[in-house]
């Protein structure tokens, strides 16, 4: 089993910065996808970004793509998202999430294990 943390949400204003981090623990996530998702009130579930379990490629939404960044460091056994130029719109609860895929995959079902959650509000 993988247990994930979420840390780092909280409340900005627009065109504001938040980084956010996923620590991993029970088992290492170093050979798992990891990534970032988000649902807002009355809304389903959306992908955010994804990295493979390398490094090597990661994935973005469309509606973050060159505002946010995902890396991972497996020697500490964290994820983060770097979030800037950020928007009322990526006002959410956001995800971290793990799976054995192995391309980044932008699929819910392609994780397994998920953390709690951490809250990002976005003031206009």
């Known amino acids: 089993q993988v247990q994930l943390v979420e840390s780092g949400g909280g409340l900005v204003q627009a065109g504001g910065s938040l980084r956010l981090s996923c620590a991993a623990s029970?088992?290492?996530?170093?050979?798992?996808?990891m990534g970032w998702f988000r649902q807002a009130p009355g809304k389903e579930r959306e992908f955010v970004a994804a990295?493979?379990?390398?490094?090597?490629?990661?994935r973005y939404a469309d509606s973050v793509k060159g505002r946010f960044s995902i890396s991972r460091d497996n020697a500490k056994n964290t994820v983060s998202l770097q979030m800037n130029s950020l928007k009322p719109e990526d006002t959410a609860v956001y995800y971290c999430?793990?799976?054995?895929?192995?391309?980044?995959?932008?699929?819910?079902?392609?994780?397994?294990?998920w953390g709690q959650g951490t809250q990002v509000t976005v003031s206009s």
């Open positions: 999430a793990a799976g054995p895929g192995g391309w980044a995959s932008g699929l819910i079902r392609a994780y397994d294990f």
């Open positions: 029970g088992r290492t996530v170093s050979s798992y996808d």
């Open positions: 990295i493979s379990w390398s490094g090597g490629s990661t």
